[in-house]
Structure formats: structure tokens, C-alpha cells
């Protein structure tokens, strides 16, 4: 026999419905309200059933373990440092696994920004009806996670929601980068070239070096790095060189044409061209611009 709750060391709240609908029709957490949220460790037994879906979006972070859910979509796994994401309205069933139950963080969320994130997780996860996605940071995760669950534990303030409301946030906007990036596996060359093109802005980018530096053909790497960030390789190394020179403006004195050596650019006029192209206006501009602002 499945339990929803009552579990040993369990925690869980669950916001009253009239602060549920003060709480939806003003401010932030009228964009992004958590209603419900708790913490079930080693939840052997359990599960829940909604034949008609929820209201909001429900995430359940595995942090160990394993479980299950039933959808019109399908059967769907989840293991720990997974999330799974149910949609609101979509029909489903989960449940822990018997033999290995797992302990999970979970929310329900609702309002415009929690619809963004499902949207865009929809065109990210395939046809499935939910998305089962691996964390790449899971303490990170569960660490927001339990700020959204002490929020509500605190009291149903206005303040507090609004705590929770940005924790709840930041475990959408990781899950959903997570599901971006694909597995950490398949994406740890991207990630090591991002550092790398990060640590050596002064050098040229030569997208072929860097793919047989990371053991993939010039083609495989430049389709996986496109799809991790959403831009090519000498793209992203340009927005990385505009962000340092923007530094070295802001933080220092040095001649726009030393700038423009440190970033990887030896004519000062293409960099200013490439500066430009970025922040519409020139390197000089930009520093004029935030010296009379600070007047």
C-alpha cells in the first residue's frame, strides 16, 4: 500500500488556500508562488496518484535512491542526482521503488515564470509529457531546495514567500540550464573548453586545436558546444573577451589599445569593431560614458 506522507524525519508544508490566492495576485510571487514543499527521506511506500493532474508544477529532486512515475507518456526512471518535472495538468503516478526508495525534495510551483520553465523544458526533454533531467550541481539543488522548505517553515509572510519564491527560482533555472547542457558526462568536453577559452583570452581561438585537445572531431565538438551554450566556439570566446575588456575599462586606467592586447586582439581597431559589435559603442565611449555617470 502507497502514503503520500509520514515519513521519519520527514518535512512538510503546505500553504492555506486563501494565502495560496492573496499571495498569486500581486508582487513577484505572482509570477512564481511555491504552495507546497517538504523533504521525505528513505520514503519506502511511497507514492501519490493524480488522475487529473496538478494545479502546479510539481519538481522531486532525488538526492538518493530510486523512483518512479506513469504518465500517458510513458513509464520514466529517476535515479538519484535526477529531477523529475510533471507539468501542471498532466496525469501521473509515482511512487518509490521498493527494494531502493528514495529520499527526495520536492515543490509544487505555480504562476507565468513556473509556465516558462515548463515550456522550455518541453522543447528541451523531447515528446515525453514530463522531463527527467540530470543535475549536474546536485548540493547546490537540494541546498535551494531546503531554503524553499525554511521559507515556508518560517511563516506564510508576505517576506517569506517572497524568500521562497526566489529559491524556488533558482531550482527551476538550474534545472532547466541542466537540462540545456545534457549529461555532465556527455558535456564535460564543453565545460573544459569553456575554461580553457576562460584561462586564454589572449590566444588565438582555433576551433580544430581545441576539439582535438578534447578528443572530437572539429565537427562533433562545434555541434556539442552549440547546443551546450546556444552559440559557436569563436562567438562565445568574443563575449568572454568583451566582458574582461568591459573590466579592465571600468576597473583601471590602461589605454584602450593595452586592453585590447590582453583580451587577444592586436589591432585596436578591430577590437573596438569587435567591442562595438557587442556593447554598441566604442571602448572610449563606454569608459566616457561611466565616468560622467559617476560624477
Known amino acids: 500500500m502507497r502514503i503520500r506522507d509520514g515519513f521519519p524525519g ?23 508562488l511555491v504552495t507546497d514543499a517538504g523533504y ?6 511511497h507514492g501519490r496518484v493524480r488522475k487529473h493532474g496538478a494545479i ?7 538526492s538518493a535512491g530510486r523512483g518512479w512515475c506513469r504518465t500517458p507518456g510513458g513509464l520514466h526512471r529517476i535515479s538519484a542526482a535526477q529531477a523529475l518535472v510533471i507539468p501542471a495538468g498532466v ?3 509515482y511512487w518509490a521503488d521498493d527494494d531502493d526508495p528514495w529520499t527526495i525534495w520536492w515543490m509544487h510551483a505555480r504562476g507565468p ?29 537540494v541546498a535551494d531546495l531546503e531554503r524553499v522548505v525554511q521559507a515556508l517553515e518560517t ?30 558526462l556527455r558535456g564535460e568536453p564543453v565545460r573544459a573548453a569553456q575554461e580553457y577559452l576562460r584561462t586564454h583570452l589572449d590566444t588565438v581561438v582555433d576551433v580544430a586545436a581545441l576539439a582535438r585537445r578534447f578528443g572530437l572531431s572539429t565537427s562533433h565538438f562545434s555541434a556539442r558546444f552549440r547546443a551546450a ?4 566556439v569563436v562567438e562565445y570566446a568574443k563575449r568572454l573577451r568583451m566582458a574582461r575588456a568591459c ?3 571600468i576597473t583601471t586606467e590602461l589605454p584602450v589599445a593595452d586592453i585590447a592586447r590582453s583580451v587577444g586582439y592586436p589591432d585596436p581597431f578591430y577590437f573596438s569593431r569587435q567591442f562595438r559589435s557587442v556593447h554598441s559603442c566604442s571602448p572610449t565611449t563606454f569608459r566616457r560614458n561611466l565616468h560622467d555617470h559617476a560624477r
Do not use: M
Not at 524568500?163 to 537540462?179: F, N
Open 40 to 45: 521525505f527521506p528513505h520514503a519506502a511506500n
Open 91 to 93: 496525469p501521473h503516478e
Open 155 to 184: 511563516d506564510e509572510t508576505y517576506p517569506s514567500l517572497l524568500r521562497c519564491a526566489g529559491a524556488a527560482w533558482s531550482v527551476l533555472a538550474q534545472i532547466t540550464a541542466d537540462a540545456a547542457a545534457g549529461s555532465p
Open 229 to 232: 551554450t546556444g552559440g559557436g
Open 113 to 141: 515564470d513556473a509556465d516558462e520553465f515548463e515550456r522550455d523544458l518541453a522543447g528541451r526533454a523531447g515528446p515525453d509529457d514530463v522531463a527527467v533531467v540530470e543535475v549536474h550541481d546536485l548540493v547546490r539543488v
Open 56 to 62: 502546479g508544477t510539481i519538481v522531486i529532486v532525488s
Open 247 to 249: 573590466e579592465l575599462l
Open 10 to 32: 520527514q518535512r512538510l508544508r503546505v500553504l492555506p488556500t486563501a494565502v495560496v490566492r492573496a499571495a498569486a495576485k500581486a508582487g513577484p510571487t505572482s509570477r512564481l
